[in-house]
């Protein structure tokens, strides 16, 4: 610790001393961030056990628009409340059949219920929490006494209907209690709690869901805003006392930040054995392409703003892709530096990074492996 | 040995045993005898010796062949010698000789022709598993790991038998020297092939238990112990989960207080929950104040949930008790970046690399700390070496997975 204050009065009288050292610092964030202090840092999977969150309507008082328009992003929606579920309330009753088994999910009011028999027994179990926005699919998760279980089946969108949930055993199950699900084990518990929702998880593994927010909120990401509130009230600098992601380095933010609940390219060996599934890891994937670095210009923010839903729009994804690459026709004021690509100007996505299927996810998505890809190449795990 | 997993600096310089005290193994052997019998008598194989237009070398091959046909050993072994006296770089000799001796257990004969013929083919993968296997019985241990682990880069061609025989032998050297994370992920390969033998849950025992012994040298008290802790081990890496906890619980509830009982049971508990982990690494620690690798695995753990604090003390003192260990770098230098240190951080995880260059985790946490230093140039290269080691480790393991041949069991 005395080393720690020492290195940062050695800081200070440095500032003091040179003022071209404060202007590289200024200019480069990630200096700014080499600065910060273990207390300033902030991971939303490493929410601190004394951690009290204000809430989001607290931080909507002042920034107004990220508040309205977050409230319809992916993030906010990766938990449904059951009570106001659309997934549920839009598909009042789902059922599906293997071999002796029939699932039904049922609405009932602001209830769900998720039963399975097998024609001579039933088990009926409450929906306790409805992990997903139901863009490509949702999950339910169901309490047994005191334990929680992964519902065998899932609801998909494209079909509307429920299928199994990835990576779910697709056999006949051997009993009806394994019919109903998977038995998490507490790490997986804390693990899915602490990415679709907001103050689940303390400590790590700790669960308070009682305090749970659905959803990756506003202090999920940028910690407890209680500090930041009254700051602004006593007319101090606000930024001193929030975290804010966004002045990350590329790499940090990246394969650190994000990739703590979208998986980083450190998890490799995991993720490659999940062959085709492991292109829902945005970065593990983006890490593959050639044009991966630290530069924040291929960091997730450059393409995504997670306040905001997802864009579809490719046009939207070739201004990020100009930021660095140059258009063909070299008179053009826009563009960057780099190479341009002998076919188009526009599309990028389309053929750099292409849409892969999952077929057990009903669902194709973008792989973030930036990359030529030839016709009928094999996926590149 | 390699460098990329934890060792022990204090770890005993290699004793010399007797080959006649090791009769443990020789049962072991007995199934790669009859292999190299089997050799031995196949016309096949003679017809691979070179032509050569000397006659008396000729003489000499033909006379040698029909001995060793005729399974005159002695006759065969004495013929051979005065062919290779005409042609000293004739490498089947070397081979006939090396199998002949190694079948009829005189190992030091045996291993002085294979090391004759490693000199003259240094590319020929079963002369360097039967090297290292020679040199085994002969005692001289860090030789064997070498040219076992050569061997098995080589390959040791199509006989699945000998690959299983130099698998086995290589997990026990890895035990015997205290490399028992890379003890673990070479049974792990019998884990893979269904290989569930004795002497397989004996070998997993040892590395469960971190017994730096080999399979003859187990006194008799601990046999038990170490049974039950191969069937945990082999049926955790099996994930045949449930069994594993059965024998964990038997071993925890026979050896409480044993040391690396607790250890054992909180490395199977990590995955799954990694508060019952923590709490048998610290009951670990209690039973033997100095073990490091449950430090360490405490240490990530610290790190892992941003009790950088916590994390700090346990890292130092592994890197302390255990400078050789990467591991303990890893996470030293990983906590030191979290909390600000970044040179320092650098320092850690420098040493790191260099332990263990072939480890895909220390580049990327090299990488992240040049990243954080804003040395841009270090830090692609990091992850470009990153990369690299994993796709390298893909290829290998899709290999392992599909390329194998099917094996008789050890």
């Known amino acids: 610790m005395k080393k720690l204050v020492k290195q940062y009065s050695l800081v200070a009288v440095a500032s003091v001393l040179g003022l071209a050292a404060i202007a590289v610092v200024i200019c480069d964030p990630s200096k700014v961030n080499g600065q910060m202090t273990a207390v300033q840092r902030w991971n939303p999977r490493r929410v ?92 339910y998760v169901l309490e047994r006494d005191g334990k929680f279980y992964e519902s065998l089946v899932s609801f998909y969108r494209e079909s509307k209907s429920l299928d199994f949930t990835i990576g779910a055993p697709r056999g006949v199950p051997a009993s009806l209690t394994d019919a109903v699900g998977r038995l998490l084990t507490a790490n997986e518990v804390a693990s899915c709690f602490s990415c679709h929702a907001t103050g689940a998880v303390v400590s790590g593994t700790q669960l308070r869901l009682d305090k749970l927010t659905h959803g990756v909120r506003c202090e999920a990401c940028h910690g407890p805003g209680g500090k930041h509130i009254t700051a602004v009230k006593e007319g101090e600098s606000p930024a001193k006392s929030i975290y804010n992601p966004g002045l990350l380095g590329g790499d940090e933010l990246t394969q650190q930040f994000c ?23 945005q970065p593990y994937r983006i890490f593959q392409s050639k044009c991966y670095s630290d530069d924040r210009n291929i960091s997730c923010i450059a393409c995504h703003n997670p306040h905001e839903p997802l864009r579809e729009d490719p046009a939207y994804y070739d201004k990020r892709c100009l930021e660095c690459h140059s258009l063909r026709d070299k008179t053009a004021k826009v563009g960057g530096d780099g190479k341009s690509c002998p076919v188009a100007d526009k599309n990028c996505t389309s053929c750099h990074m292409p849409k892969v299927e999952i077929p057990s996810a009903h669902f194709k998505f973008t792989d973030h492996y930036i990359r030529v890809v030839r016709p009928g190449e094999k996926y590149p795990s | ?7 022990n600096p204090a770890r005993s310089k290699v004793t010399r045993m007797n080959a006649d005290q090791n009769p443990d193994l020789n049962p072991r052997l007995s199934a790669l005898a009859s292999l190299i019998v ?41 013929l051979y010698g005065q062919a290779l006296k005409v042609k000293p770089k004739w490498a089947e000799g070397w081979w006939y000789i090396g199998a002949i001796f190694y079948q009829r257990d005189i190992y030091p004969q045996a291993r002085d022709a294979f090391q004759n013929l490693v000199a003259l083919e240094p590319e020929r993968g079963p002369a360097w598993a039967m090297l290292g296997l020679c040199q085994f019985q002969t005692a001289e241990y860090e030789q064997s790991a070498i040219a076992l682990q050569r061997a098995r880069t080589l390959g040791v061609g199509d006989s699945s038998e000998l ?14 020297f205290e490399y028992f994370e890379s003890a673990y992920d070479v049974l792990m390969e019998f884990v893979r092939l269904g290989h569930e033998t004795p002497k397989v849950i004996e070998a997993f025992g040892l590395t469960m238990l ?17 049974l039950l802790a191969g069937r945990a081990g082999y049926n955790m890496a099996a994930r045949h989960l449930d069994q594993a906890r059965t024998a964990f619980d038997t071993l925890l509830s026979q050896y409480p207080n044993d040391a690396n009982v607790h250890y054992a049971f909180g490395v199977y508990m990590l995955p799954q929950d990694a508060d019952v982990a923590m709490k048998e690494f610290k009951r670990e620690l209690e039973i033997s104040p100095n073990h490091f690798p449950a430090m360490t695995q405490m240490a990530f753990e610290y790190l892992k949930r941003d009790q950088f604090n916590d994390a700090l003390p346990l890292a130092e003192k592994a890197v302390q008790l255990a400078p050789k260990l990467y591991a303990a770098r890893n996470v030293l230098g990983r906590v030191l970046l979290e909390l600000g240190q970044v040179d320092r951080s650098i320092k850690e995880l420098e040493e790191g690399v260099k332990l263990a260059p072939s480890s895909p985790e220390m580049h990327f946490a090299l990488a ?29 393991r899709q290999l392992d997975k599909s390329g194998s041949p099917p094996e008789q069991k050890p």
């Open chain 1, 48 to 139: 601190p056990a004394d951690t009290v969150f204000v809430g989001d309507q607290a931080c909507g008082e002042c920034h107004k628009k990220q508040f309205a328009s977050h409230e319809q992003s992916g993030m906010t929606m990766a938990m449904e409340p059951i009570a106001g579920s659309v997934v549920l309330n839009d598909n009042p009753k789902l059922s599906m059949r293997v071999g002796p088994y029939t699932y039904e999910i049922k609405r009932n009011g602001k209830h769900s219920s998720y039963s399975v028999t097998d024609g001579k027994d039933t088990v009926s179990y409450p929906i306790v929490y409805a992990f997903g926005q139901g863009k490509m699919g949702q999950t």
């Open chain 2, 1 to 7: 040995m390699p460098s990329n997993r934890p060792n």
């Open chain 2, 38 to 78: 089997l050799l031995l008598i196949c016309p096949t194989i003679s017809a691979q010796s070179p032509r050569n237009t000397e006659a008396e070398f000729d003489r000499f091959v033909k006379l040698a062949d029909e001995a060793r046909l005729a399974e005159r050993f002695d006759d065969a072994i004495s």
């Open chain 1, 259 to 281: 990739a703590s609940c979208h998986r980083s390219a450190e998890e490799s060996r995991t993720l490659q054995d999940l062959h085709i599934n492991n292109v829902r890891f």
């Open chain 2, 368 to 396: 992240r700390a040049y990243t954080r230093a804003g040395r841009k140039e270090e830090a692609a290269r990091e992850r470009e070496t990153f990369k690299k080691l994993q796709d390298e480790y893909n290829q290998k």
């Open chain 2, 210 to 226: 971190r017994m730096p012994l080999l399979p003859k040298d187990i006194p008799s008290d601990q046999k038990e112990k170490i």
């Open chain 2, 163 to 176: 690959a299983g025989v130099v698998r086995y032998h290589i997990a026990l050297l890895y035990v015997r």
